[in-house]
T-cell receptor, first 116, second 118 residues
Framework: AQKITQTQPGMFVQEKEAVTLDCTYD???????LFWYKQPSSGEMIFLIY??????QNATEGRYSLNFQKARKSANLVISASQLGDSAMYFC?????????????FGAGTRLAVHP | NAGVMQNPRHLVRRRGQEARLRCSPM?????VYWYRQLPEEGLKFMVY????????ESGMPKERFSAEFPKEGPSILRIQQVVRGDSAAYFC????????????????FGQGTRLTVV
């Protein structure tokens, strides 16, 4: 079974609107971390946001927020006020275990296109 | 404060040649991870190293691939006798010691090395 599932191969959004990128995960470990990375066409992996399984509040970083629903095992990324520069691939990833190292499990990604 | 540096950015090798990919972690980071990204796929973990030690190589192919992180110098991912299926982007990441729950535990990625085998 896939550990990280991103069901949207592609998404598009109008500039200045909000968009939600879906991510569900599967783990039996009570302690884990969830990450979102952005990969623009230039290829680098840019860290966006992190959510720990014991964090009480949803993570936010500027225009990025993580809608963490533990019972549903989902960790959707919300990008508010989309910009043209947000067009990229977005990867959800999970790290299992407490104090574990960064052996991340990645989803297949969602390609986001922001239209003017 | 330089980020994770990988070189070369692009590497072309003929089938049967060796490929050597280099990764210098962020300053102060002693944990290095290598990932491989095949076209149109997510990254797949290959190996985790600390200085002079391989901690987890569960994602590394058993043959032709090796990795090291010497006491001095960058981490090296070495692929011997490359084949077309090795064509991919190889990413290195580094993190502080030790990562765990809480903020600032993320792995920082380099820009990747794109290997093309012809």
């Amino acid at each position: 079974a896939q550990k990280i599932t991103q069901t949207q191969p592609g998404m598009f959004v109008q500039e200045k609107e909000a968009v939600t990128l879906d991510c569900t995960y599967d783990t039996s470990d009570p302690s884990y971390g969830l990450f979102w990375y952005k990969q623009p066409s230039s290829g680098e992996m840019i860290f966006l946001i992190y959510q720990g399984s014991y964090d009480q509040q949803n993570a936010t970083e500027g225009r990025y927020s993580l809608n963490f629903q533990k019972a549903r095992k989902s960790a959707n990324l919300v990008i508010s006020a989309s910009q043209l520069g947000d067009s990229a691939m977005y990867f959800c990833a999970m790290r299992e275990g407490n104090g574990g190292y960064n052996k991340l499990i990645f989803g297949a990604g969602t390609r986001l296109a922001v239209h003017p | 404060n330089a980020g994770v540096m990988q070189n070369p950015r692009h590497l072309v090798r003929r089938r049967g040649q060796e490929a050597r990919l280099r990764c210098s972690p962020m300053k102060g980071h002693s944990h290095v991870y290598w990932y491989r990204q095949l076209p149109e796929e997510g990254l797949k973990f290959m190996v985790y190293l600390q200085k002079e030690n391989i901690i987890d190589e569960s994602g590394m192919p058993k043959e032709r691939f090796s990795a090291e992180f010497p006491k001095e110098g960058p981490s090296i991912l070495r692929i011997q006798q490359v084949v077309r299926g090795d064509s991919a982007a190889y990413f290195c990441a580094s993190s502080l010691k030790p990562p765990g729950q809480g903020p600032n535990t993320e792995a920082f990625f380099g820009q990747g090395t794109r290997l093309t085998v012809v």
